[in-house]
């Protein structure tokens, strides 16, 4: 209790409060622009920490992370462009809320789902920290090959109206991640002489064409028109069901986000399909998902907020990150001279309690950032469509470009928004090309060592009781939507004969 009060001390300091609301402010802005990301911008921002006490870096770098996750969701609800790839969900959801009138509803609560979710990784991070770490130390290679196929599981779900176009999609998308180097043995696939694709497909620019150009696109069908004929997106206010009725929804969601960020290699944007799915599985009304529905957007941000304070969980206990950004806090705090481990809480108890508390005062001051940038983000709605499109496009080049410094990474960013553009004018879902290529080379490398763990005797793998457990969820995923499927199939015919 003493290190929890030295970190609120620390923390309520008003140069502390200050650098959280700069680094808020920053990070809100990296989410929101096509092509940032919070890595992004924590990667940006680590040099500027050498000269600050540790505790103030690992709160600049927290603010940037938690800000950079939310502000994917701005462009998201706005104008149907995720800023992040775990903004995906929110953009299915938040356009369609736009164009009934709602978008201030929308993005109320993106903030409130969002805050909410990222308290509760706070309190996990603070609570449930050693215990959570125990968990992480049953997740091996076979759990990590079950976790990436319960993500993709998530694609019979998203494409419950046309299952064979998402499978077929997802598929296909599955293959484009084999090219490249073969995460095991290191031997170049698929590569056609081109140097370029030695890595692979880098996500961020296939990610980023696939979800912006096509919207780019749609605005030139009509350039001379504006995103709407007011600079309004409706009042902020909320229902009170949307709070009421989805209290459940939130706690579900954001320990969801937060079991998936505990898990090394996933993420903010594993964890908001995932945080989506489950919330469409219990809905009383699963068919509103995709057509504006509350309970999608809080689910999704609730979910992938939910996962930053899980990704730091592994780290500060066991130094093992469970993010990309928090590979780059690993690196921050061994530059301030703090190494993740089990020592750590108790060697430097006034610098990790700093960061903790922090994270949680952070996520409550991001509702009050958060709705100031909504409050003028809506004015991007006047915007004429050929001015912002040209701005997309520009922000969406500078941001692949800024991911690996090569061309390349442009002309795939324009072929992958040509074939989204194409996809959804035939109504293939895109949703299942990002799961694939997100979750694609993790459950390669991760079958690849598991048949190499258990040569001979896979079956072995069903006495590891979290694989079981992963394994019956996924089943379940795959079987659910089908049997819904069958039983409204069944009820037509019933109306039919009657």
């Given at each position: 209790?003493?290190?929890?009060?030295?970190?609120?001390?620390?923390?309520?300091?008003?140069?502390n409060?200050?650098?959280?609301?700069?680094?808020?402010?920053?990070?809100?802005?990296?989410?929101?622009?096509?092509?940032?990301?919070?890595?992004?911008?924590?990667?940006?921002?680590?040099?500027?920490?050498?000269?600050?006490?540790?505790?103030?870096a690992?709160?600049?770098?927290?603010?940037?992370?938690c800000?950079?996750?939310?502000?994917?969701?701005?462009?998201?609800?706005?104008?149907?462009?995720?800023?992040?790839?775990?903004?995906?969900?929110?953009?299915?959801?938040?356009?369609?809320?736009?164009?009934?009138?709602?978008?201030?509803?929308?993005?109320?609560?993106?903030?409130?789902?969002?805050c909410?979710?990222?308290?509760?990784?706070?309190?996990?991070?603070?609570?449930?920290?050693?215990?959570?770490?125990?968990?992480?130390?049953?997740?091996?290679?076979?759990?990590?090959?079950?976790?990436?196929?319960?993500?993709?599981?998530?694609?019979?779900?998203?494409?419950?109206?046309?299952?064979?176009?998402?499978?077929?999609?997802?598929?296909?998308?599955?293959?484009?991640?084999?090219?490249?180097?073969?995460?095991?043995?290191?031997?170049?696939?698929?590569?056609?002489?081109?140097?370029?694709?030695?890595?692979?497909?880098?996500?961020?620019?296939?990610?980023i064409?696939?979800?912006?150009?096509?919207?780019?696109f749609?605005?030139?069908?009509?350039p001379?028109?504006?995103?709407?004929?007011?600079?309004?997106?409706?009042?902020?206010?909320?229902?009170?069901?949307?709070?009421?009725?989805?209290?459940?929804?939130?706690?579900?969601?954001?320990?969801?986000?937060?079991?998936v960020?505990?898990?090394?290699?996933?993420?903010?944007?594993?964890?908001?399909?995932?945080?989506?799915?489950?919330?469409?599985?219990?809905?009383?009304?699963?068919?509103?998902?995709?057509?504006?529905?509350?309970?999608?957007?809080?689910?999704?941000?609730?979910?992938?907020?939910?996962?930053?304070?899980?990704?730091?969980?592994?780290?500060?206990?066991?130094?093992?990150p469970?993010?990309?950004?928090?590979?780059?806090f690993?690196?921050?705090?061994?530059?301030?001279?703090v190494?993740?481990?089990?020592?750590?809480?108790?060697?430097?108890?006034?610098?990790?309690?700093?960061?903790?508390?922090?994270?949680?005062?952070?996520?409550?001051?991001m509702?009050?950032?958060?709705?100031?940038?909504?409050?003028?983000?809506?004015?991007?709605?006047l915007?004429?469509?050929?001015?912002?499109?040209?701005?997309?496009?520009?922000?969406?080049?500078?941001?692949?470009?800024?991911?690996?410094?090569?061309?390349?990474?442009?002309?795939?960013?324009?072929?992958?928004?040509?074939?989204?553009?194409?996809?959804?004018?035939?109504?293939?879902?895109?949703?299942?090309?990002?799961?694939?290529?997100?979750?694609?080379?993790?459950?390669?490398?991760?079958?690849?060592?598991?048949?190499?763990?258990?040569?001979?005797?896979?079956?072995s793998?069903?006495?590891?009781p979290?694989?079981?457990?992963?394994?019956?969820?996924?089943?379940?995923?795959?079987?659910?939507?089908?049997?819904?499927?069958?039983?409204?199939?069944?009820?037509?015919?019933?109306?039919?004969?009657?």
């Amino acid at each position: 209790m003493q290190d929890i009060l030295i970190g609120f001390s620390n923390v309520l300091q008003p140069i502390n409060i200050l650098i959280c609301l700069g680094g808020l402010a920053v990070g809100v802005l990296f989410g929101a622009l096509p092509g940032f990301s919070a890595t992004m911008a924590v990667a940006i921002f680590v040099p500027f920490t050498y000269g600050m006490e540790p505790g103030a870096a690992l709160l600049l770098l927290s603010a940037l992370f938690c800000g950079g996750v939310y502000g994917g969701s701005i462009p998201a609800v706005l104008v149907g462009i995720p800023g992040t790839p775990a903004s995906v969900p929110t953009a299915m959801e938040g356009k369609s809320l736009v164009k009934k009138g709602e978008g201030g509803r929308a993005l109320h609560l993106v903030t409130l789902a969002s805050c909410f979710g990222g308290f509760m990784s706070a309190l996990a991070l603070l609570i449930f920290a050693p215990l959570l770490a125990q968990v992480a130390k049953m997740v091996g290679q076979p759990e990590q090959m079950m976790v990436a196929i319960f993500g993709l599981s998530v694609v019979a779900m998203l494409a419950e109206n046309n299952l064979f176009k998402g499978v077929m999609v997802a598929v296909i998308a599955l293959i484009l991640a084999t090219f490249g180097q073969d995460p095991v043995q290191g031997f170049p696939r698929f590569t056609y002489g081109f140097s370029q694709l030695t890595g692979g497909f880098s996500v961020v620019p296939v990610l980023i064409g696939l979800f912006s150009l096509p919207e780019v696109f749609k605005m030139l069908e009509d350039p001379y028109g504006k995103m709407a004929e007011t600079g309004t997106v409706g009042s902020m206010k909320l229902k009170k069901e949307d709070f009421f009725k989805n209290i459940g929804n939130l706690f579900r969601s954001a320990i969801i986000g937060i079991g998936v960020g505990i898990i090394p290699a996933a993420g903010p944007d594993i964890a908001a399909f995932l945080a989506y799915n489950e919330a469409r599985k219990a809905s009383k009304h699963p068919e509103d998902f995709g057509h504006g529905c509350a309970e999608g957007i809080i689910s999704a941000e609730s979910g992938n907020n939910g996962a930053t304070g899980g990704s730091l969980i592994p780290l500060l206990t066991l130094g093992i990150p469970g993010s990309a950004p928090a590979a780059l806090f690993l690196g921050a705090m061994i530059i301030h001279g703090v190494r993740p481990g089990p020592t750590l809480f108790s060697q430097h108890a006034d610098t990790v309690y700093t960061m903790i508390v922090g994270f949680a005062v952070i996520n409550l001051l991001m509702y009050l950032v958060g709705m100031i940038y909504c409050k003028f983000g809506s004015t991007i709605l006047l915007i004429p469509k050929s001015v912002l499109a040209t701005i997309i496009v520009v922000l969406a080049v500078c941001g692949t470009y800024a991911t690996n410094k090569n061309m390349f990474d442009v002309w795939v960013m324009f072929g992958a928004g040509v074939l989204g553009y194409l996809m959804e004018r035939n109504q293939f879902p895109t949703s299942p090309v990002a799961l694939a290529l997100l979750l694609g080379s993790t459950m390669e490398k991760a079958m690849s060592l598991t048949k190499t763990m258990y040569e001979g005797r896979m079956l072995s793998v069903f006495t590891r009781p979290l694989f079981v457990i992963l394994f019956a969820l996924t089943v379940f995923s795959f079987v659910f939507p089908l049997a819904r499927q069958y039983r409204d199939r069944h009820k037509r015919h019933n109306a039919a004969q009657e």
